[in-house]
């Protein structure tokens, strides 16, 4: 029986194949239209070898290929638990299962349960299956999974525990604690998720409101790019270099460099960053329009002025202000390394600050929520 089985593998194998790679294509992209953000989908068709083991330990139990189910397996790794469900319910609502060979091992509710699984869907592939009719009558599994049930599921496969018998009691009530520290986990990250998506969805209401009680980190920088006075300042520098703001430039780790910029110069909420902006709004556009043109090296490349380039131009202003921040400190904020040295950075700005914008009475003081400033380790952009 088993010989006829494995010749029937071989002869199949090239559908088996083409299935995994259309089968994993679709289930991206049902997920990608639902607008999930998961880790990761891979397929795989089971080799030759572990077939033979598996009609070799369970004898009698496959009479046909067809009853082996996991032939074809998609694998699909969320970042979240609360994901394994959302993708569950696509495939229901997309599929046709076999329910008899599906199970959603989540669903394990003993107290004292072994292991730490997600679930396991076996699909029914039918003519109207959309981008796999050309295999109907075929079957493929899916492996649905957050992260961490991943990671249990490989070290356990490693282990060679695939059952609480194979486990020897010494070590199993370190299994336990494991399993139930992973579900925590799990729950935990979900957690900082709804945390993180509630503070995004709060932000512009809270920025409009309460400018003053709102942090300055990465997601209000984003969100404060594209308002004024961020927004018209940029462009007032854009204009006065004649070149285009560039709305749509594309670099995700810009928001937290400008972030951690301005807490270095003392800035730290909304409200006081919109009352610096304002408060110096003619000195930062002096300085751009000076600092600019003098490296053009630096910033020439991208075609304009980068969002964000009056709140970097304002840190420099409060730099060259303030002798006890260290200017290479500020060069490595703006991650300019490799383009010119943090010497030839800090003298263009230095040379444009003394040239046309000294300090005024009633500019030179500190931001009002500024924490005390660093000691410097370096010389400061003034030369005193």
Same mark, same amino acid.
């Given at each position: 029986?088993?010989?006829?089985?494995?010749?029937?593998?071989?002869?199949?194998? !090239?559908?088996?194949?083409?299935?995994?790679?259309?089968?994993?294509?679709?289930?991206?992209? @049902?997920?990608?239209?639902?607008?999930?953000?998961?880790?990761?989908?891979?397929?795989?068709?089971?080799?030759?070898?572990?077939?033979? *083991?598996?009609?070799?330990?369970?004898?009698?139990?496959?009479?046909? @290929? %067809?009853?082996?189910?996991?032939?074809?397996?998609?694998?699909?790794?969320?970042?979240?638990?609360?994901?394994?469900?959302?993708?569950?319910?696509?495939?229901?609502?997309?599929?046709?299962?076999?329910?008899?060979?599906?199970?959603?091992?989540?669903?394990?509710?003993?107290?004292?349960? +072994?292991?730490?699984?997600? #679930?396991?869907?076996?699909?029914?592939?039918?003519?109207?299956?959309? *981008? @796999?009719?050309?295999?109907?009558?075929?079957?493929?599994?899916?492996?649905?999974?957050?992260?961490?049930?991943?990671?249990?599921?490989?070290?356990?496969?490693?282990?060679?525990?695939?059952?609480?018998?194979?486990?020897?009691?010494?070590?199993?009530?370190? +299994?336990?604690?494991?399993?139930?520290? @992973?579900?925590?986990?799990?729950?935990?990250?979900?957690?900082?998720?709804?945390?993180?998506?509630?503070?995004?969805?709060?932000?512009?209401?809270?920025?409009?409101?309460?400018? *003053?009680?709102? +942090?300055? *980190?990465?997601?209000?920088?984003?969100?404060?790019?594209?308002?004024?006075?961020?927004?018209?300042?940029?462009?007032?520098?854009?204009?006065?270099?004649?070149?285009?703001?560039?709305?749509?430039?594309?670099? !995700?780790?810009?928001?937290?460099?400008?972030?951690?910029?301005?807490?270095?110069?003392?800035?730290?909420?909304?409200?006081?960053?919109?009352?610096?902006?304002?408060?110096?709004?003619?000195?930062?556009?002096?300085?751009?329009?000076?600092?600019?043109?003098?490296?053009?090296?630096?910033?020439?490349?991208?075609?304009?002025?980068? !969002?964000?380039?009056?709140?970097?131009?304002?840190?420099?202003?409060?730099?060259?202000?303030?002798?006890?921040?260290?200017?290479?400190?500020?060069?490595?904020?703006?991650?300019?390394?490799?383009?010119?040295?943090?010497?030839?950075?800090?003298?263009?700005?230095?040379?444009?600050?003394?040239?046309?914008? !000294?300090?005024?009475?009633? #500019?030179?003081?500190?931001?009002?929520?500024?924490?005390?400033?660093?000691?410097?380790? %370096?010389?400061?952009?003034?030369?005193?």
């Amino acid at each position: 029986m088993s010989e006829g089985l494995l010749a029937a593998y071989e002869a199949q194998l !090239p559908a088996f194949e083409g299935l995994r790679e259309a089968a994993v294509a679709h289930t991206a992209r @049902l997920i990608a239209e639902a607008g999930l953000n998961l880790h990761h989908v891979t397929g795989r068709v089971k080799k030759r070898l572990s077939l033979e *083991d598996k009609l070799r330990r369970k004898p009698g139990r496959y009479p046909t @290929l %067809g009853d082996v189910t996991d032939l074809v397996a998609v694998r699909v790794i969320t970042y979240f638990e609360s994901d394994v469900g959302l993708v569950s319910r696509l495939l229901e609502e997309h599929h046709t299962l076999d329910w008899d060979n599906s199970i959603d091992k989540s669903k394990m509710h003993d107290p004292d349960r +072994f292991g730490y699984m997600g #679930v396991h869907y076996v699909v029914q592939v039918t003519p109207e299956t959309p *981008d @796999l009719g050309a295999y109907a009558g075929l079957k493929f599994e899916v492996q649905i999974r957050s992260i961490l049930q991943h990671a249990w599921a490989e070290i356990e496969h490693d282990l060679g525990y695939k059952n609480r018998e194979a486990i020897p009691r010494e070590v199993q009530r370190r +299994f336990y604690r494991l399993a139930g520290l @992973l579900e925590m986990a799990d729950e935990e990250f979900m957690a900082l998720h709804r945390l993180s998506r509630d503070y995004a969805a709060t932000l512009p209401q809270r920025v409009r409101e309460a400018p *003053d009680s709102v +942090f300055i *980190d990465a997601a209000s920088m984003t969100h404060l790019l594209a308002l004024p006075p961020v927004r018209d300042l940029d462009a007032e520098v854009a204009r006065e270099l004649n070149v285009p703001l560039l709305t749509g430039w594309n670099d !995700p780790e810009r928001p937290q460099r400008l972030a951690k910029l301005l807490h270095y110069v003392g800035v730290h909420s909304v409200g006081a960053l919109h009352k610096e902006l304002r408060r110096h709004q003619r000195e930062v556009v002096c300085l751009a329009s000076l600092v600019m043109p003098a490296l053009q090296v630096a910033w020439t490349p991208a075609g304009g002025a980068r !969002p964000g380039t009056s709140v970097v131009h304002y840190a420099l202003l409060r730099a060259c202000m303030n002798p006890a921040l260290n200017p290479h400190e500020i060069v490595a904020l703006l991650d300019l390394s490799g383009v010119l040295s943090s010497e030839q950075l800090v003298q263009a700005v230095q040379d444009a600050y003394t040239q046309t914008c !000294p300090p005024q009475a009633g #500019v030179s003081g500190p931001p009002e929520d500024e924490a005390r400033a660093p000691a410097a380790s %370096g010389p400061d952009l003034t030369g005193d």
